[in-house]
Each structure stands twice: as C-alpha cells, then as structure tokens.
C-alpha cells in the first residue's frame, strides 16, 4: 500500500501547471522603431508558484534583462528591446520555471511586414486577367501606410473531346447534336468547333472539318 500511495504522489507532481499567455506588444498608438515600450508576456502556475530567477526572455538566442511584475498565481514579465530594426525579424522566447524547478518555454516568431490574406470567394470565369489591389497600415513601429497591387491569371476551360450523336434525317443528310461539356459562354466571342473521325459504311475517314460560331450579345 505505501508503494502505491508513493507512485500515485509522483503522477501528480508530473502533471503540467505552467501557463504562458497574453504575449503582446506594449505600444501606444504608435512608437518609433528604435524605441519600443516592451514586450510582455503572463506566466502562471497556481499549483507551485513561479520562480522568478529562473523566468526570462530569450531574444534571438541570447538571455536577456527580465522584470516581473506580480499578478495572481505568477508574474507579468516584461523585456524592453534596446532597439528593433524593421528590415527583418524577431525570434523571442519565454523562457518559465516554477519552483519545483519544472520548465516550459514557449517562442513567439515576429515577422516585418503585414500579414494579408484574401478570403473572399468569387467565380472569375476562366481565362480571366484579375486585378487586386491591397493596402495595410502599420501602428505598431511607425506610422505608415502602404499599398500594392498585383494580378493572376484564372485557368482556362479544359479542352474535352464531345459527344456526338448522330441521327439520319431523310434518305442522305445526318444530324449531329453537340453536348458542350459547359454552357458558360462569354458573349461577341468566336468559337471554333472541329469535327473529325467520322466514317462511312464502307470504312472511309472524312478529312476534319472546322467551323466557327459567335455567340452575340443580346444587349
């Protein structure tokens, strides 16, 4: 029995109790990039406490200067670069230990630039030059806007072999019907149909034959 009770004790002590939460950017509405507030993050541990000499920011691989601030069950840490230059990034790490000398560490990977994505949905048609213009503000090293713009090509239509069938009308003249693999038609376009393959009764291939149709505007 009191081999149990001492194996159950150290499935407890392993159960995970830090918190590392709330990282943000300490800036007003905007600061100059060579003099930003602080970096903050919230580390936590309600079951054991945090140690704060063994809590501390990581920047880009080296330790750096931490200052806590105590909050319920942990600390607000705080790391005031010396300077962030806006032509690249910025790897940063917190770096928590508890007081039962457990230890998390978490990494925050800041990007220059902006971060823009296009989520609407819209059926272009195909063979379509589309053009898209974009434009994102900066608050956070100093302020400025800016704008680009750029274009894509939609895909073209497949190009499928199409059914034929036939039907004899009278005693000489055939039929064909056509069934388009698709009725999306953009109007005062020409389109070219070529009809091949076809043989008579007695096995001989009539050479291809090409025609052309535009579809008008009804406008």
Known sequence: MTSGNANLG?????????LIDNFSLGVEEWIPEANLNYFTV????PV??????????????????????GMLGGYKCYYTPSGVYSDGT?????????????????????????NLKFEELIDWGPNVEVITTIKASN???CPN????????????????????????VGSVDLGAVIYPQSTFFFYDRT?????????????????????????????
């Open 10 to 18: 150290a499935t407890i002590q392993s159960i995970w109790t830090i």
């Open 42 to 45: 919230d580390v936590v541990d």
């Open 48 to 69: 054991h406490g945090i140690s704060t000499s063994g809590t501390y920011f990581i920047h880009d691989g080296q330790v750096v200067s931490t200052t806590h601030s």
């Open 90 to 114: 910025i790897d940063l790490t917190i770096h928590a230990e508890n007081t039962v000398s457990e230890i998390k560490e978490e990494t925050f990977h800041l990007l220059y630039g902006y």
């Open 139 to 141: 608050l956070a090293f």
């Open 145 to 168: 806007t800016e704008g680009d713009s750029f274009y894509f090509q939609t895909r073209d239509l497949h190009s499928y072999d199409l059914n034929a069938a036939i039907y004899p």
């Open 191 to 219: 389109y070219m149909i070529t009809v091949s393959g076809v043989r008579d009764f007695a096995g001989n291939v009539m050479d291809p034959y090409t025609f052309s149709f535009r579809v008008e505007n009804p406008i």
